[in-house]
């Protein structure tokens, strides 16, 4: 079983930074990719950003420009993502998210969630 925490998250002003840091645990042969999605108030969950093993990152449009994802590779086991120039339509529970391989066969991949950390944005 793999387990992902996310830490970094908090109370910030409109225009600070944040970072976030997840960790994964567990058994854990190979990564293929790690990314943070992010759900506010009555709204559903959305992509933030994911980086995968193959060296591409996708950003959901709204934090383009602002967010920064580390980069993932086979032996990843932790990732952060940089938050700047953050505002109070950033503030959600973020969620960490891992998928890969549990041991050599082709059926032991995983897709683990992290608990979620709340990042609140005031005005």
């Known amino acids: 079983q793999v387990q992902l925490v996310e830490s970094g998250g908090g109370l910030v002003q409109a225009g600070g930074s944040l970072k976030l840091s997840c960790a994964a645990s567990?058994?854990?042969?190979?990564?293929?990719?790690m990314g943070w999605y992010r759900q506010a108030p009555g709204k559903q969950r959305e992509l933030v950003a994911t980086s995968n093993s193959g060296g591409g990152i996708e950003y959901g449009d709204s934090v383009k420009g602002r967010f920064t994802i580390s980069r993932v590779n086979p032996n990843s086991v932790t990732m952060d993502l940089q938050m700047n120039s953050l505002n109070p339509e950033d503030t959600a529970v973020y969620y960490c998210?891992?998928?890969?391989?549990?041991?050599?066969?082709?059926?032991?991949?995983?897709?683990?969630w992290g608990q979620g950390t709340q990042v609140t944005v005031s005005s």
């Open positions: 998210t891992a998928r890969g391989y549990r041991d050599r066969s082709s059926s032991s991949v995983f897709d683990a």
């Open positions: 567990g058994s854990i042969f190979r990564m293929v990719a």
